[in-house]
């Protein structure tokens, strides 16, 4: 490896290192401006690992969304990612279980991306421009309804009842817990699967694409074997990372940000040995 080529690598590992460090750093030292830095106990070592890889995520995104003068989406993504950790600080959640809190900017951020692309008309700005007719909308979409079909199965959701119960009795907190959430989680498990593709497609990307695949797997698989156990209560599952089953649908954040962080790797890496080469 020629001297230039291990410097590439130790910028890219500091990069790495630093980058997974701010979110939670910053959300510790609001803690103590709040005195609230009794919430921090770690409770779970896994989601303390999810919440560093969340905030090594927010900061790839950002730095594509700058490189493509997204400036919009980086103001949005940055506001969230300042204001949502003081938003929390008001709610007991240990460390431990905070990743969502590293991961909402970015999810946010995704969303409005491809609002700003579709508000200028401009589609480069992403590098979308050119979705190889269309398979990889075809599997993201096809993706989203089986996400779909699952959730339904899973809670044995009847429509038309959910909605008579809605009107009868539904609140603002009801609606939003309802139907905007997976209004959100749609088009982020169109994203999960139609993106791999598109790198594979255009890049030769194939780390994202593992890591579709496999996060697909598990979810099949589990689906499969708990079938028995359908519908489940309303105390199972949720919005939370892993697994993903029961609530398939609900569980984009993990995959989302493992895609970003291994593109950004694979990409790194090939960087890396054409300059060696």
């Given at each position: 490896?020629?001297?230039?080529?291990?410097?590439?690598?130790?910028?890219?590992?500091?990069?790495?290192?630093?980058?997974?460090?701010?979110?939670?750093?910053?959300?510790?030292?609001?803690?103590?401006?709040?005195?609230?830095?009794?919430?921090?106990?770690?409770?779970?070592?896994?989601?303390?690992?999810?919440?560093?890889?969340?905030?090594?995520?927010?900061?790839?995104?950002?730095?594509?969304?700058?490189?493509?003068?997204m400036y919009f989406t980086a103001i949005i993504l940055c506001l969230s990612a300042l204001a949502l950790p003081v938003v929390y600080m008001q709610i007991p959640v240990q460390f431990g279980d905070r990743p969502l809190i590293y991961i909402t900017p970015t999810i946010l951020g995704v969303l409005v991306a491809f609002l700003e692309s579709f508000y200028r008309k401009n589609w480069r700005e992403i590098e979308i421009e050119d979705w190889k007719t269309e398979r990889s909308v075809q599997i993201g979409i096809l993706h989203s309804i089986l996400a779909i079909e699952m959730y339904?199965?899973?809670?044995?959701?009847?429509?038309?009842?959910?909605?008579?119960?809605?009107a009868r009795t539904g609140t603002l907190w009801s609606y939003l817990f309802v139907i905007i959430r997976q209004l959100i989680v749609i088009p982020l498990n169109f994203i999960i699967a139609a993106a791999p593709i598109y790198f594979y497609q255009k890049k030769k990307l194939k780390?994202?694409?593992?890591?579709?695949?496999?996060?697909?797997?598990?979810?099949?698989?589990?689906?499969?074997?708990?079938?028995?156990?359908?519908?489940?209560?309303?105390?199972?599952?949720?919005?939370?990372?892993?697994?993903?089953?029961?609530?398939?649908?609900?569980?984009?954040?993990?995959?989302?940000?493992?895609?970003?962080?291994?593109?950004?790797?694979?990409?790194?890496?090939?960087?890396?040995?054409?300059?060696?080469?």
């Open positions: 490896m020629s001297k230039d080529s291990f410097s590439a690598s130790t910028r890219i590992i500091l990069y790495f290192i630093t980058s997974a460090l701010v979110l939670p750093s910053y959300d510790f030292f609001i803690g103590i401006v709040l005195g609230r830095t009794e919430i921090f106990g770690v409770s779970d070592p896994f989601s303390v690992i999810i919440s560093f890889i969340s905030s090594l995520c927010f900061f790839i995104f950002l730095e594509k969304i700058l490189e493509n003068k339904v199965i899973n809670r044995g959701i009847n429509f038309t009842h959910l909605a008579s119960e809605l780390t994202p694409l593992a890591v579709f695949f496999t996060w697909f797997s598990i979810g099949a698989i589990l689906f499969i074997l708990k079938w028995d156990e359908y519908p489940v209560s309303l105390l199972s599952g949720g919005i939370g990372i892993f697994p993903p089953q029961p609530d398939y649908l609900l569980r984009p954040w993990l995959p989302l940000i493992l895609i970003i962080v291994s593109w950004k790797l694979e990409e790194s890496y090939r960087g890396e040995k054409e300059d060696s080469a």
